[in-house]
């Protein structure tokens, strides 16, 4: 069975710094999906980036990026110019790409809490 | 109403009181998902419909009992529960089974007394 694990279970940015938040997973699988998705307080778990096994270029969104090291098994995430905004509880998840069985599972870490300091 | 709703936002409750949880999604989609969000620990998938037909059932207690009336809502019905199922209960839904992006509602904190 696939496993994240999220190794700081909180961590604190100045506003305008960047923050990297990391993340590791186990699987025998070489095909996958990654996944960082955000909860702010009281508010619910959105996306924030996604990025395809297959695919060797590291995924962008705006001022989210990932680094995603498929040996090492490594997907952390960073955030640049952090806002107040982006403070919230930030989990990995991991879902397998075949198809069938049970590829709607997302396997999730326990979690990140980002504290963004004005 | 937008995205994925739950009601009620909070909810405390007696062990020998039923009560229901309700989800609703307004996004066209096809599968819906419960999770159980307790804190330090992953959220654990509860159970998952596709076209109101359940697909999983993920060894959760018999006093948790899910039903999916149409593609569009949800329920979770609570019956006799024990302190430790105290937690925040989230409601997921995607446009289908396999493969697609899931969208979550804000959740429901339940507390047990």
């Known amino acids: 069975a696939q496993t994240v694990t999220q190794s700081q279970p909180e961590m604190s940015v100045q506003e305008a710094e960047t923050v990297t938040l990391s993340c590791t997973y186990d699987t025998s699988e070489s095909d996958y999906y990654l996944f960082w998705y955000k909860q702010p307080p009281s508010r619910q778990m959105i996306l924030v980036i996604r990025q395809e096994a297959y695919k060797q270029q590291n995924a962008t969104e705006n001022r989210f990026s990932v680094n995603f090291q498929k040996a090492a098994k490594s997907f952390s995430l960073k955030i640049s110019d952090s806002q107040l905004g982006d403070a919230a509880m930030y989990f990995c998840?991991?879902?397998?790409?075949?198809?069938?069985?049970?590829?709607?599972?997302?396997?999730f870490g326990k979690g990140t809490l980002l504290t963004v300091n004005p | 109403e937008t995205g994925v709703t739950q009601t009620p936002r909070h909810l405390v409750m007696g062990m020998t009181n039923k009560k229901s949880l309700k989800c609703e999604q307004h996004?066209?989609?096809?599968?819906m998902y419960w999770y159980k969000q307790s804190a330090k620990k992953p959220l654990e998938l509860m159970f998952v419909?596709?076209?109101?037909?359940?697909?999983e059932n993920n060894s959760v207690p018999s006093r948790f009992s899910p039903e999916c009336p149409n593609s569009s809502h949800l329920f979770l019905h609570l019956h006799t529960l024990q302190p430790e199922d105290s937690a925040l209960y989230l409601c997921?839904?995607?446009?289908?089974?396999?493969?697609?992006?899931?969208?979550f509602g804000p959740g429901t904190r339940l507390t047990v007394l």
């Open positions: 997921a839904s995607s446009q289908a089974l396999a493969g697609y992006e899931q969208f």
């Open positions: 996004l066209g989609h096809n599968a």
């Open positions: 419909y596709s076209l109101e037909e359940r697909v």
């Open positions: 998840a991991y879902r397998t790409y075949y198809s069938g069985g049970s590829n709607y599972k997302l396997t």
